[in-house]
């Protein structure tokens, strides 16, 4: 194949880039340059610190999408990983004295192990099953959470160990590289063998098993980097509050997610993150009545899915996943 | 040795014997028909020689290999793959990507894309390469999932049903593309109602009922069976060959 092959090659992902006639690849020009500029016309800290936030969300959307809208695995208890990733990080910084970049790092691993012990009960599961199965696992970190107070500080939760830095720059550059990392990584995967073996698990199992793909090793698989990737941005969310309650490990951080990519788009790699910079602005501008803010995102959630499923960006994917196929 | 070795092959449902000591044998390069009435285990025979159901006895080889244990998705790379009585397809991805899939337990790279391109050019899918399933005709659909089978560089095909739902135009031309399979030296199992079509392309039949084996031979001797016309056939078939 050669020299031509190569060119062919790079043709291809750039098509596959800048699908929707260079739009696509258009407004991810747009979306970076005006990410990676944030700190420079962010008109005061606070803003800074939304987009921090915003990053962080968006990492961790990835990570749910990658799951759901790529490999058709329901998970609706991903603040188990988000959460879990926060807490184990903490406890490490705060116990073991490990530095928090390091903290973070061991943190996504073990998020990622406990992804791939959990993804194996969820084999014999599918579809509403699967979303209960799932709903569970934070459920289950909670009660640790409560029964052990001395180590996790129950209701109150852990704050006076260490965070990232002091200055708002260097946090939101870190997590600025995380997102960029974090959506290359994506990028790279959907684009391979991969991505094409994970959508055909997604789309029809029995049929990638019959044209001879290991479902069950892919699924523990993309179950193990999920929950990596979605620890990760748990571990470095918590270093940058400093302070960490069981909140984290709530049903709404679950649904927060869930809602952040249906906003931007299932199936989509800017999508997620286009979606959760406007949940968690909505978020913020929306303090002042935060009882309503969950009431408004959910009639948002149902009014996406009844009008626009394929999500809000103009560009997403015609496909719509549906469960239970 | 055969090509491919079926010995007393069972399978219990609850109180139903579904399979009941099934044995035959193809040889390399054959085209087996298996038909009988419906629920005479056909399907479900498919569904165990492909991993797809445990066996509750009995013993395959393929190609002098015991294959009792295989799991599905060891099936391509052993070189045989089956169909799916109803239309199978990846619904989100287009008529390429459905194939290429099929390509990558063998190939990798540039040498995938070519199998697929070779493949639907084969199957005469080429005016559908970057559709999506759901823009496809029922008879493109039953090409795609040839299509799909070519791209797994099958020795051995079981084809569970292609030609139902089809148009008698859709029928002649899918046999067609039987045939050239047939020529490439492809090994067939055929599970087929339509026999008009069938019995002019097999070399032999099987033939299942309640489970069991019934009879087994030529196309023109399964036709003047008693046994065979008494529980599937009828009285007023005729074959003319």
């Known amino acids: 194949m050669g020299s031509s092959g190569k060119r062919r090659k790079r043709r291809l992902i750039l098509e596959r880039l800048l699908g929707g006639g260079g739009r696509r690849g258009i407004s991810l020009g747009i979306l970076f340059a005006v990410l990676i500029s944030v700190p420079f016309w962010a008109p005061n800290l606070w803003f800074v610190r939304i987009f921090i936030i915003g990053n962080l969300f968006s990492v961790f959307a990835i990570s749910w999408n990658l799951l759901v809208g790529y490999t058709g695995q329901i998970s609706f208890g991903h603040a188990f990983f988000f959460g879990g990733g926060a807490y184990c990080s903490v406890l490490l910084n705060k116990y073991l004295a490990v530095s928090p970049p390091l903290a973070i790092v061991l943190s996504g691993a ?213 469960s239970g196929k | 040795m055969a090509f491919l070795e079926v010995n007393n092959l069972s399978k219990r449902f609850g109180g139903m014997l579904a ?101 639907i050019e084969l199957a005469g899918l080429q005016e559908c390469e970057n559709l999506v399933p759901g823009q496809l005709s029922h008879g493109d659909l039953k090409r795609l999932e040839v299509a799909r089978a070519l791209a797994t560089s099958p020795e051995l095909l079981l084809l569970d049903e292609p030609f139902s739902g089809l148009s008698i135009s859709e029928i002649k031309s899918l046999s067609q593309v039987i045939k050239n399979l047939q020529a490439r030296g492809i090994t067939l199992v055929i599970i087929e109602h339509v026999l008009r079509e069938l019995m002019p392309l097999a070399d032999r039949v099987v033939v299942l009922n309640f489970g069991k084996k019934l009879a087994e031979g030529t196309p023109e001797s399964i036709v003047r069976d008693e046994k065979v016309i008494e529980a599937y056939l009828g009285k007023r078939w005729n074959y003319a060959p």
């Open chain 1, 110 to 322: 073990m998020c990622g192990m406990s992804g791939l012990l959990l993804g194996y009960p969820c084999l014999r599961v599918r579809g509403v099953y699967l979303a209960l199965m799932t709903w569970g696992f934070p459920l289950i970190f909670n009660g640790i959470v409560m029964y052990y107070g001395d180590i996790f500080g129950r209701e109150m939760g852990i704050s006076g160990y260490q965070g990232l830095s002091p200055s708002y720059s260097v946090n939101y550059y870190a997590s600025f590289v995380l997102l960029a990392l974090t959506f290359c990584l994506t990028l790279a995967i959907v684009n391979s063998r991969w991505g094409l073996i994970i959508r055909g698990v997604r789309d029809n199992e029995i049929l990638a098993e019959s044209v001879g793909i290991h479902v069950s090793r892919y699924k523990i698989g993309i179950f193990g980097l999920s929950g990596f990737i979605a620890g990760l941005a748990g571990a470095f969310y918590a270093h940058f509050l400093k302070s960490i309650t069981p909140e984290l490990l709530a049903v709404d951080m679950s649904i927060l997610v869930i809602i952040m990519v249906i906003v931007g788009g299932l199936g989509s790699t800017i999508g997620p993150i286009f979606g959760a910079l406007v949940v968690t602005f909505l978020n913020n501008y929306l303090l002042y009545i935060s009882e309503l803010r969950m009431m408004i995102y959910a009639v948002a959630l149902i009014a996406i899915l009844f009008l626009r499923p394929q999500g809000l960006l103009p560009w997403s994917p015609k496909v719509v996943f549906r």
């Open chain 2, 19 to 119: 399979v009941d000591r099934v044995s035959f044998q193809v040889a390399r390069g054959e085209v087996v028909g298996l038909i009988g009435p419906n629920g005479a285990g056909k399907t479900t025979l498919f569904n165990l020689l492909t991993g797809f159901l445990s066996k509750d006895s009995g013993k395959v080889i393929f190609k002098e290999r015991d294959i009792t244990r295989i799991k599905p998705y060891q099936t391509t790379s052993m070189g045989f793959f089956r169909t799916f009585q109803l239309t199978a397809s990846f619904a989100g991805m287009t008529v390429f990507e459905n194939v290429k899939i099929a390509t990558l337990s063998k190939t990798r790279g540039w040498e995938s894309d070519r199998k697929t391109k070779e493949s």
